[in-house]
């Protein structure tokens, strides 16, 4: 596989979040190695020519609002855009699946494939698509995506194994890595009992047993700057995830490199040891959660936290190499 001339990086536009994050580090990794590389932000169906979000100018990144299908050119699309991948005849298209629920999520899956992956997943197209009578236009298969001479990169253990469920065998892992201001953190003194969690990936189940512990400081991750997270990270004792998980998500490692402990369930990303490596008794599925539970394992953490935090020291170490590890894995990709 040749190395590539020029690269596009689909991006959706003036759009904050951990995902056009890792779009941005990849072009600044590509630039800093040579290699052309330009951000194509899109909205509404088309390329629209704005300023980096203020949070990636960090990155140093061009923009472009045309992109040129040649042979020596690749088109690196997140799992929102895979669609467009069929208007490409000659560049090489790159799939990125930062996420796997988002797939579905944004009616691109077909409601078979969403119904394979997961029952909740399509039952919900099914009505949407079926009863409601709703057009998805950006539909698109699993079957098709693996047929076509695609390359499938993942950032998740999750979404590897999505990959391999479909039959999709031409993988290659191309993780992400948190803000580097966040590490080399000294552990913080004077940790209080305070738990963290962010309010955009709370269930209703969490949040009902929130309600029912009022006797617990819980503080919302939301509306935040790079040096307040930094402040509130450095505080707290714990943080807690309980949503989704998507992808491999930025907060459980944004805190654990700040000497947290992390208490998560068991969806998506977070079944996997290999995106969440932590020990199973700081892991509580739907099933076994509880207020009494949650209560029991949140008192533990604050009276023996000087032991508890210990657990984390390997997953911190990971979390520290994640940058290495990042421009390792696009050595092999881009330039092998």
């Keep these: 596989m040749s190395s590539p001339s020029i690269v596009y990086i689909y991006c959706p536009a003036k759009v904050v979040t951990g995902g056009t994050e890792l779009l941005h580090q990849l072009a600044s990794s590509l630039i800093q190695k040579g290699i052309p590389a330009y951000m194509v932000y899109y909205e509404n169906e088309q390329i629209v020519l704005c300023d980096t979000p203020q949070p990636f100018a960090i990155y140093q990144v061009q923009h472009s609002n045309r992109v040129t299908d040649q042979k020596d050119a690749w088109i690196v699309?997140?799992?929102?855009?895979l669609y467009i991948g069929q208007d490409f005849k000659y560049a090489k298209v790159?799939?990125?699946?930062l996420s796997v629920d988002n797939f579905f999520h944004d009616g691109l899956g077909s409601a078979f494939d969403a119904l394979r992956w997961n029952t909740w997943f399509g039952i919900k197209r099914i009505i949407k698509q079926y009863i409601l009578r709703r057009a998805y236009t950006k539909a698109?298969?699993?079957q098709s995506l693996g047929n076509k001479k695609y390359l499938h990169l993942y950032q998740s253990y999750y979404a590897f194994s999505f990959l391999?469920?479909?039959g999709i065998h031409q993988v290659q892992e191309l993780g992400d890595y948190i803000n580097l201001s966040f590490l080399n953190k000294k552990a913080p003194d004077n940790k209080e009992d305070l738990v963290l969690y962010n309010p955009k990936k709370m269930t209703k189940q969490f949040i009902q047993i929130m309600k029912c512990s009022p006797g617990i400081k819980w503080i919302p991750l939301q509306n935040m700057n790079l040096e307040e997270l930094t402040a509130m990270y450095s505080?707290?004792?714990l943080c807690v995830d309980f949503g989704a998980h998507p992808g491999k998500d930025r907060i459980p490692r944004e805190a654990v490199i700040h000497h947290c402990c992390l208490?998560?369930?068991k969806k998506g990303s977070a079944q996997y040891f290999e995106d969440i490596p932590i020990e199973d008794d700081y892991k509580i599925s739907?099933?076994?959660?509880?207020?009494n539970l949650l209560q029991e394992r949140i008192s533990n953490i604050f009276k023996n936290y000087s032991t508890q935090v210990q657990n984390f020291e390997s997953y911190r170490n990971i979390i520290t190499e994640e940058k290495t590890r990042f421009d390792q894995q696009i050595n092999f990709i881009f330039e092998s």
């Design 140 to 142: 698109i298969s699993m």
């Design 235 to 237: 505080r707290a004792k």
């Design 263 to 265: 208490l998560t369930n």
């Design 164 to 166: 391999q469920s479909y």
């Design 94 to 97: 790159i799939c990125w699946w």
């Design 286 to 291: 739907d099933s076994e959660l509880n207020a």
């Design 77 to 81: 699309l997140p799992e929102v855009y």
